[in-house]
């Protein structure tokens, strides 16, 4: 036996463990201080009530022999992917239903789409980014690229000609830079795509964060992008959904090479690895999409959304470079006086007793930049900022 020897080339995960570890060493040296945290992406807020009625009306199911269910289709229940269709549908992308897969979240489809694709292929991946898609790709063996991210491009790198990728991540709005493409920016990607015979790998866990017209939802709102682009969204942050876990991945039809369609390939794999999504839970995510839980969690977004704005507005006040803040939760910014990205974490935490995530920790252009989110409390959003603003006002 031997075992994957991949897993040497992966770094040790030790960013949000080394965040964590340093803030319950502040505590314990120091119990009367409050430390605020605005590290980590999870949500705050629970699920919506329209969600938690559908949960409950799933367990119902369960009890009874007539409503009873066993297996369900690997690639997820009708009336859930009835629904995302027509959410699509809003978004002006027609898709049909066979295209859509529920899974339980992005994270795992993420990682466990790359089973369809050889291992030869070149990865491109922007730095910095949600490091899943660097460790999956290690652990399978695969040569990745990166895409430099960078302030003089926004974060927002675009396609180089001269680059060969085959697999190419693009994660928008981003983990953790905030930073989000306009359809102008994504029809490039597109077309570079296309012309290169290579695939996007999309990650739309945050696109329900975004507001202005001109950003793209999908990368189906791009033309050409159903034969070269596979989209994975979740239900985590749009509803809540991290503990409940839920999420959907998009594989067109006419996404085909040498006699290969992603889309079989797909459901043969899911067929292969995987039993599907708790009835109840798809039953709760269905709930979502109706009118009721839409007004619903689109008060659970404004209220991300404002900490974010408030967040944003504590930077413009400061003076200080920032991605983000809106069209999504996560607010990256430039660390002041040339500070790097661990050197600011110490100072915010032993100063205000704030927590961030020190970017560094998403890749090497992340060296210097500094992660805050929008998903906690408003009154702690508000202290968290009272304190930067009272350590960084000259
Ligand atoms: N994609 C990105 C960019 C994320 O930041 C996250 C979680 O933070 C995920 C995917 C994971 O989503 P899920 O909870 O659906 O697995």
Not at 109 to 116: A, E, F, K, V, W
Not at 314 to 330: F, H, R
Not at 345 to 366: E, K, R, W
Request: glycine residues 8%.
């Amino acid at each position: 036996m031997q075992f994957n020897s991949n897993f040497n080339d992966i770094a040790e995960n030790y960013l949000f463990a080394e965040v964590a570890k340093r803030a319950a060493e502040y505590s314990k040296n120091h119990p009367d201080k409050k430390v605020l945290k605005l590290g980590i992406g999870d949500v705050t807020l629970p699920l919506v009530p329209e969600v938690i009625n559908a949960l409950h009306a799933g367990v119902e199911d369960m009890s009874k022999a007539e409503t009873f269910k066993g297996y369900g289709p690997y690639e997820g229940y009708g009336f859930l992917r009835e629904s995302i269709l027509d959410y699509y549908k809003s978004c002006g992308v027609e898709l049909a239903l066979d295209e859509i897969f529920v899974s339980d979240g992005a994270k795992s489809d993420l990682g466990n789409i790359l089973d369809i694709f050889s291992k030869d292929n070149t990865v491109l991946v922007p730095d910095p980014v949600y490091p899943v898609y660097v460790d999956t790709n290690l652990m399978a063996g695969r040569k990745i690229i990166f895409a430099n991210a960078n302030g003089a491009n926004g974060f927002l790198p675009m396609p180089d000609y001269k680059v060969n990728a085959d697999i190419i991540y693009i994660c928008s709005p981003n983990n953790p830079t905030g930073a989000a493409y306009t359809k102008a920016q994504l029809k490039e990607w597109v077309e570079y795509a296309n012309k290169k015979n290579a695939v996007i790998l999309y990650d739309a866990a945050y696109e329900c964060f975004i507001e202005d017209e001109n950003l793209a939802r999908s990368v189906y709102q791009i033309e050409g992008a159903k034969t070269c682009a596979i989209e994975f969204c979740s239900f985590s942050k749009i509803a809540g959904f991290t503990g409940t876990r839920c999420g959907y991945t998009i594989v067109p039809k006419t996404l085909e090479k040498d006699g290969f369609s992603a889309n079989k390939m797909w459901l043969r794999r899911q067929a292969t690895k995987f039993n599907g999504v708790p009835y109840i839970v798809q039953k709760g995510a269905a709930a979502v999409f109706t009118e009721q839980g839409r007004k619903e969690i689109n008060q659970n977004i404004a209220y991300y959304k404002n900490n974010a704005k408030i967040i944003a507005e504590c930077m413009d006040e400061l003076g200080i470079w920032y991605t983000g803040g809106k069209n999504s939760p996560y607010i990256w910014l430039k660390c002041p006086n040339n500070m790097k990205s661990w050197e600011f974490f110490d100072f915010l935490l032993n100063n205000a007793q704030v927590v961030g995530t020190p970017g560094a920790g998403f890749g090497s252009n992340g060296e210097g930049y500094f992660r805050l989110t929008a998903f906690g409390s408003e009154a702690v959003t508000r202290e968290a900022v009272a304190r930067i603003k009272s350590v960084l006002k000259k």
